[in-house]
């Protein structure tokens, strides 16, 4: 299983554009990279998953690092709702396993 | 609407006692999880799925048995709950594509075993 490396903690301020970093230097050449949060009191939520290229959606953007040891996941308006954790996870394998490290709580001012 | 339901969402029980925690989901997946969230070690999957009747071992399976007899539905069963197991418990369901598992997680169930 690739490890990855995440600051514990970060800051940023509401309306404001946060990049989120994660290392994964041991991640094979087929893992997907995968970003989930957590809320408060709540479950983990898919945000975002990519291989190679960058990839977009209606919740965020995922940057991957040319040789793919690195990405980097960016909210483009931070808001109050994004504080959470945010998990990056490389791979699931064949079996869907999601391995959680420790993750980044992002806390968001107004 | 498209969701992951648990049932309860909170219990209190004693040790030795039977309970079975219910997950189902209404997307159709062929793929569910049990994972359990404690401080300091993250969650950790219990169980998983690949679809009806297929079940294996996550990494922490001592203690806990399931079922997939339909698809929608993957109880998690406790024969005989320790203190332990007391615990935040998500259930996750997802179409599988490869390698790549969008999971849907449930609200959760804050079990606590006296």
């Known amino acids: 299983d690739a490890k990855t490396t995440q600051p514990n903690s970060m800051e940023s301020n509401e309306e404001e554009p946060v990049h989120l970093p994660c290392n994964h230097s041991?991640?094979?050449?087929?893992?997907?990279i995968h970003w989930y949060r957590q809320l408060p009191s709540q479950g983990p939520e898919y945000v975002i998953h990519g291989l190679t290229s960058n990839v977009n959606n209606r919740m965020a953007s995922l940057a991957i690092a040319e040789d793919r040891k690195s990405s980097t996941l960016i909210l483009h308006r931070a808001t109050l709702r994004d504080a959470a954790v945010y998990y990056c996870?490389?791979?699931?394998?064949?079996?869907?396993?999601?391995?959680f490290g420790q993750g980044t709580t992002l806390q968001v001012k107004p | 609407e498209a969701q992951v339901t648990q049932n309860p969402r909170y219990l209190i029980t004693v040790t030795g006692k039977k309970l079975t925690v219910t997950c189902s989901q209404n997307m159709n997946h062929e793929y569910m999880s049990w994972y359990r969230q404690d401080p300091g070690l993250g969650l950790r999957q219990i169980y998983y799925s690949m679809n009806v009747e297929v079940t294996d071992k996550g990494d922490v399976p001592e203690g806990y048995k399931v079922s997939r007899k339909e698809k929608r539905n993957f109880p998690l069963i406790l024969e005989s709950p320790s203190p332990n197991q007391t615990s935040l418990y998500f259930c996750?369901?997802?179409f599988g594509t490869g390698n790549v598992y969008e999971q849907y997680f449930g609200p959760g169930t804050r079990l606590t075993v006296t």
């Open positions: 996870i490389p791979g699931s394998g064949n079996t869907g396993k999601l391995i």
């Open positions: 041991t991640i094979s050449g087929t893992d997907y």
């Open positions: 996750a369901s997802s």
